[in-house]
């Protein structure tokens, strides 16, 4: 399956040409293969270009699908090759076929793993909770992209979102309750009738 990611490297004109790694995203350790003297990292970045001449919001919302891609690295050559990698976070629960929110995370090699797994362990215990109907999916989602840019100063975006117009089009994820434990106000399931007391 891979561990995607996508390498965009800045040109002189401040726009960035796009690059695909299908391993990029599994460690980023990856970001100090990428040199002056390996810019595709010894060939684990593609050198086929994915696009040219884009903006850095254009890439968020056009091209870094958060159900797809772990991994971000925006790559400045006239800087000697610097690296800032970003996670990317699927803020997002279900099939992931509507595209739909994410946040990249800046971070460096020594705090991927605790991003990594702080990430999973909060989007995890949110996914229990609005199983059991405590919370909705619009609101856990909402405290999970709050946390993400509280917390690990994320940055949200909407992938498959036109910035033409300049206005959002997002429109969070309709509510989904579980009839079965859809429980009313005496306590009682309103598939059964039977009180749990």
Known sequence: MGHRALVAYRRPDRLYDLRYSHWGGETFAFADEITATTPLAD???????????ISRA?????YLDPCVYEALYLV???RDYDVDAY????????????GGR?????????AEGTVRRWFRATKTALGDIIEMGALSRRA???????????????????YGESLDDGESTYTPTVDRWLEAEH??????????GESDE
Do not use: F, H, M, N
């Open 43 to 53: 060939g684990a970045i593609e050198g086929t270009l994915i696009a040219d001449s």
């Open 58 to 62: 254009r890439i968020l919302t056009a």
């Open 76 to 78: 400045t050559p006239s």
């Open 87 to 98: 996670r990317v976070c699927w803020l997002e629960w279900g099939d992931g076929r509507d």
């Open 102 to 110: 994410g946040a990249i995370v800046a971070l460096d090699s020594e």
């Open 140 to 158: 856990a989602q909402a405290y999970l992209e709050a946390r993400i840019c509280e917390e690990r100063d994320g940055i949200p975006y909407t």
């Open 183 to 192: 429980w009313d106000r005496e306590g009682r399931t309103e598939r059964s």
